[in-house]
């Protein structure tokens, strides 16, 4: 039984070794391993206040996204108004231009128009009255083939001059 029941003076030994080595394992290990925890601790600590910042960040340039999309929508909105005004002003004044010219062009066929027709009128009565004396001109010759009748022709004539 001796085997099985540890003597006095190895128990008292045993006690001294795991004291010294509670304090040998105290200055050289849970010392830096303490330290390097409390390092730890910060650095999430630190990761965390990092992420939180990172956060409050974002939300405030997803705020200032937002704000800065919202005045380009109003800008190109405004462009977008002020294009079409601007358009419709150039078409406006096309139409007004086009109406200008038309009337004019109008104005210009109808001066044309009636002063081919003064022509045309001119020359038909230049051609009547040519076609009048020629037919005139022949009739008198056939009427006033003797003497004695243009005699009588230009007596009378005469009469109608002294009249007038």
């Given at each position: 039984m001796e085997l099985?029941?540890?003597?006095?003076?190895?128990?008292?030994?045993?006690?001294?070794?795991?004291?010294a080595l509670i304090l040998?394992?105290?200055?050289?290990?849970?010392?830096?391993?303490?330290?390097s925890l409390k390092q730890r601790e910060q650095d999430i600590e630190g990761a965390l206040q990092s992420a939180e910042e990172a956060k409050k960040e974002m939300e405030?340039?997803?705020a200032d996204n937002e704000k800065l999309m919202a005045e380009a929508r109003a800008e190109r909105d405004s462009?977008?108004?002020?294009?079409?005004?601007v358009a419709n002003?150039?078409?406006e004044e096309a139409k007004e231009e086009t109406s200008e010219i038309t009337s004019k062009m109008i104005a210009d066929a109808k001066a044309t128009i009636e002063n081919e027709k003064r022509?045309?009128?001119?020359d038909v009565k230049n051609q009547v009255a040519t076609l009048s004396l020629e037919i005139t001109e022949k009739l008198v010759r056939t009427q006033l083939g003797g003497a004695k009748a243009q005699k009588d022709l230009i007596e009378e004539y005469v009469k109608e001059l002294n009249l007038n």
């Open positions: 099985l029941t540890p003597g006095s003076g190895l128990i008292i030994w045993q006690a001294i070794i795991f004291l040998i394992l105290r200055k050289l290990a849970w010392g830096p391993i303490i330290q405030k340039l997803s462009m977008l108004k002020e294009a079409m005004a002003k150039i078409k022509a045309a009128l001119t």
